[in-house]
């Protein structure tokens, strides 16, 4: 059974129609990124997928269940920092728990932990602003992961980093991900990076009324090295195949920008 599908999801804000009969599923444990041009409804689809805004036709599946609401499965993990500045890097991640219930004391312990597992160990008391970009990745990725959601979806979450810090961002997040198979729908507009960190490729056509085009499994071998994947030839050669569909796509919103 698939942990989550969408059947024939179409989302509409006014009279225009952002996406148009979309159908996905996710496998438990499978990682899937979903690539597109710029404004063909990626987020629109995770926010549909987070529960957060409901589908104008079609409908989610949990479970083989219709979603009611939020998705209770869920973990968000957005395109800009949704850390508090005025917070430290450990009671950002311990509030994941407490907002849960879980007492200061022991949310505390545990975020404490998280901080280790993401390479933080050593600055529990540093607030926001004391921390490099990629440091608050790593703060939200904790802070997401210690709630131990079982499909985590992310939103172009290291399109802001420079290239080398957005590579150990990607190596840290197969390593964790490799820990415990945690399903993915990962968005990105960058389809080296799709191909890297995916099982599968979904490509989206250009906006508006934007619908599933293509889809490619990727059969690199497992564990990887963002960097070290990209020169082999069998990349090369997925990167070619899905650019033939995706670069009409590209060129098709640009000209309608």
């Not at 990682?31 to 629109?44: A, E, I, M, Q, R």
């Not at 939103?155 to 190596?171: G, K, Y």
Request: hydrophobic share 45%.
């Amino acid at each position: 059974m698939r942990l989550l599908e969408l059947r024939q999801v179409s989302v509409s804000f006014g009279p225009y129609v952002a996406v148009e009969g979309v159908s996905l599923g996710l496998a438990p444990g499978e990682f899937v990124s979903l690539v597109g041009p710029t404004g063909c409804g990626k987020s629109t689809l995770l926010n549909v997928a987070a529960g957060l805004l409901a589908p104008s036709e079609g409908e989610v599946l949990l479970n083989g269940k219709p979603l009611r609401g939020l998705n209770p499965v869920a973990g968000y993990l957005f395109q800009q920092d949704a850390i508090l500045p005025w917070k430290t890097a450990l009671d950002n991640v311990a509030l994941s728990l407490v907002f849960r219930g879980v007492p200061w004391r022991e949310a505390r312990e545990r975020a404490q932990a998280w901080l280790e597992k993401v390479g933080l160990g050593r600055f529990p008391r540093h607030y926001p602003h004391q921390l490099s970009g990629g440091m608050r990745k790593r703060v939200g990725l904790a802070q997401v992961l210690i709630a131990n959601p079982r499909l985590l979806l992310m939103d172009e979450p290291f399109s802001a980093l420079d290239v080398q810090t957005r590579q150990l961002m990607e190596n840290e997040l197969l390593r964790l991900w490799q820990e415990d198979r945690k399903t993915v729908l990962f968005v990105t507009h960058d389809l080296e990076e799709a191909i890297a960190l995916a099982d599968r490729v979904v490509v989206m056509s250009a906006g508006p009324r934007s619908r599933v085009i293509g889809e490619f499994p990727i059969p690199l071998p497992r564990p990887r090295d963002v960097a070290e994947i990209r020169l082999t030839p069998e990349f090369l050669r997925l990167h070619r195949k899905i650019w033939e569909l995706l670069r009409g796509e590209v060129m098709r919103a640009h000209a309608g920008a």
